[in-house]
């Protein structure tokens, strides 16, 4: 009995841990901004998208920016990145789901017409719970940020307070955190289960 409940409570773990977080990568490759580009639509990925609040945050298609700039070189997988439109100020993405939180592991991001500064903070509950160093980004080479950040519903990134100081970003990583009493009640189901089954065979 001690090795069954024993095993039971390792699958439920295991479980419970697949359900609190669920690993995803936005590419954006999904939308389509034609020869132009197009603003990301509220909602996509889970999120809300903006700079400073207002100004949209934009996707593009590689096949049609300037080739010597940033814009090509911080497309790090298929076609489409996004880009802070007009640069100045912060970008804000939103968490949607009031029931959950997200987990930000990281991005690439580059730089689009000069070498800047840019740096995040991560929010929950209207409190900041975390805020990055500086990483610097150019134009010729991708950065991988990583920061493995847990349980936020907002990410800002800041950028240089200059409008041509645009950044691209792309494989944004990013886990949902699924509202903890539902992990709290897969555990008390299963344990009320054994509980039973101890009795049955008592």
Request: glycine residues 8%; charged residues 15%.
């Amino acid at each position: 009995m001690i090795k069954i409940i024993s095993r039971t409570l390792s699958t439920v773990a295991a479980v419970a841990c697949i359900a609190s977080a669920q690993a995803g990568v936005i590419t954006f490759d999904d939308l389509d901004p034609g020869t132009s580009e197009t603003a990301l639509p509220q909602g996509y990925g889970g999120f809300s998208w903006s700079r400073n609040g207002s100004a949209p945050i934009v996707a593009y298609s590689r096949e049609y920016v300037e080739t010597n700039s940033g814009y090509t070189t911080g497309v790090t997988s298929g076609s489409n990145a996004i880009f802070n439109a007009y640069g100045a100020g912060p970008a804000i993405f939103d968490w949607l789901n009031q029931d959950s939180t997200f987990d930000f592991i990281g991005a690439n991001f580059t730089s689009a017409w000069n070498d800047q500064d840019i740096m995040f903070a991560g929010w929950r509950d209207n409190q900041q719970v975390y805020l990055s160093d500086r990483f610097n980004i150019g134009t010729d080479v991708p950065l991988s940020v990583r920061l493995d950040w847990h349980n936020i519903d907002r990410l800002v990134i800041y950028s240089e307070n200059q409008s041509e100081y645009q950044w691209v970003m792309d494989d944004f990583n990013y886990n949902v955190r699924v509202p903890e009493p539902a992990t709290a009640l897969l555990f008390g189901v299963t344990l009320l289960g054994m509980s039973q089954l101890r009795r049955k065979n008592s």
